[in-house]
């Protein structure tokens, strides 16, 4: 067997190449990418500097870092994404799920309490990621996933059995609720929500790769909340909740669109950066009342 360049040398030569090509943790980036290669702890990398690779190995680990070098989501080389706490298959059929999106659980869990049995209901579920991560803290909870993409939907299947949750979730291919009927305690959802004029400020990483059927949310950002917002009223059980992803103009059109609909905003959580990023809404139950962003929280 021929041998490679040492650990070390890659590392050095990778978090070289990461850096040039502006990514943020080039450090981090090359241990991940290389520990992954390997097969092994990044404790090896740091430990056995000196040790040399097969020279098969090392080209493998070129290739993958061409790819990052080109913007390629570290998440779809790696072929896989921690979130909440759990390790999801992922690949460019679904969008990368990211810590923001951790705010919907959160806030969902929290209204959830130490309530039995609910029934929740994720629209664009992609990877499965919101809906499988209430699934693992809930255990009696059984929900839907709904996706108009097929491709994500098997990314969304092949997570749930891998997490050992299939037997409490379906995934069904439609047109957001369309082909959806009955009642549910949690509707969940990260739609898509970057308006046109906000798409030339994503990352290379974002724009170039990830699934654009999942982010662009029309001229204004609100095109997938004008179709789910007003089915709302017959999808959500009696004191039933949505929680929904919000950002740019999305954050500020919504509650209109949710009084529209004769629903109110009742909660919103802010990201790390201090950015609204879930707004929690339920059925209006008082007339003229202000809703959460009037600076006047209704019991519901």
């Not at 702890?41 to 190995?57: F, N």
């Not at 995934?171 to 929500?193: H, K, L, Q, R, T």
Request: glycine share 12%.
């Amino acid at each position: 067997m021929n041998a490679g360049p040492s650990i070390g040398e890659v590392l050095t030569d990778t978090r070289r190449r990461l850096a040039a090509a502006g990514i943020a943790q080039p450090g981090l980036e090359a241990r991940l990418l290389l520990a992954d290669t390997l097969g092994c702890e990044m404790s090896v990398l740091i430990g056995h500097p000196e040790r040399r690779m097969a020279a098969g190995v090392a080209g493998t680990m070129a290739e993958r870092v061409a790819r990052r070098v080109r913007r390629e989501p570290l998440a779809y080389i790696l072929g896989r994404r921690e979130f909440w706490s759990l390790s999801l298959r992922i690949d460019a059929r679904t969008l990368v799920p990211r810590p923001d999106s951790e705010t919907l659980v959160e806030a969902a869990l929290r209204y959830a309490g130490g309530r039995r049995g609910l029934r929740i209901l994720d629209l664009g579920t992609g990877s499965g990621c919101l809906l499988l991560a209430l699934l693992a803290e809930l255990p009696d909870a059984r929900g839907i996933g709904v996706d108009i993409s097929e491709p994500a939907l098997t990314v969304a299947r092949a997570n749930a059995e891998g997490l050992a949750l299939g037997r409490r979730a379906a995934f069904i291919c439609g047109n957001w609720a369309d082909a959806i009927a009955g009642e549910f305690d949690v509707v969940i959802s990260n739609p898509p929500y970057i308006a046109d004029d906000e798409w030339a400020a994503l990352d290379d990483d974002v724009r170039g790769f990830e699934p654009h059927i999942a982010l662009r949310g029309g001229e204004d950002g609100l095109a997938a909340y004008r179709r789910i917002v007003p089915a709302l009223p017959r999808l959500l059980a009696p004191r039933g909740r949505g929680f929904f992803e919000v950002g740019g103009a999305a954050a500020v059109g919504l509650p209109e669109l949710a009084a529209d609909s004769g629903m109110q905003v009742v909660g919103m959580r802010y990201d790390l950066e201090g950015r609204r990023r879930c707004l929690e809404i339920a059925v209006s139950v008082l007339d003229g009342a202000k809703n959460f962003l009037g600076n006047q929280l209704v019991p519901v």
